[in-house]
């Protein structure tokens, strides 16, 4: 078994808030393009969350929102450093709490400006205490990259196909065994 460190990304603000910079303790890279790139050369295999911000600001009740469609950058990180994409995606959050946000879009465009998501969220009893619901991390076939220094427009949408792809079949594949049937997951 090979041994590898393990990252997760976070937006620059999270090195300088209180509290939450102690947090990337365990083991945080800036979500920075250069950043990642110089933790996958070092080795280190690093996890995010490519929809980030927006993709809260997606989120329905009524079925699962990715939003993907139009952020390229994952699979052109992978292509520029070779490095392989192993698709994820995480059953059950959208149920641990509601969310409320305008329908104005202005707390998207401040959360976007503060790089971090400002809205108003409730769990048990109204409070911010989680909802006790089953979280399930699915885990599909990881994807190779053949390492391109200056890949073309091409080469990026392609792989970022297989990816969106491979996450929809995830999802398709397990959502009736883990009581999502009724659920669609939507890329936007």
Known sequence: M???SHACSCAAVVFHTPFL??????GC???SGASMAKAVAAGTCVGIVPDGIA???KCKEEDEVVFL???KGLAKLALRTGTPILPAYSVGNTAVFGAWFDPFGIMEALSRKAQTSLFLYWGRFGLPIPRRV???MLFGAPISVEHIEHPSQQQVDELHEKYL?????????HRAALGWNHKTLRVV
């Open 2 to 4: 090979i041994s590898r």
């Open 21 to 26: 910079r102690y947090m990337t303790m365990l």
């Open 29 to 31: 890279v800036d979500v």
């Open 55 to 57: 993709g809260i600001f």
């Open 69 to 71: 469609k139009s952020r």
């Open 134 to 136: 089953n979280i399930t």
């Open 165 to 173: 792809q491979a996450i929809q079949q995830l999802f398709d594949k």
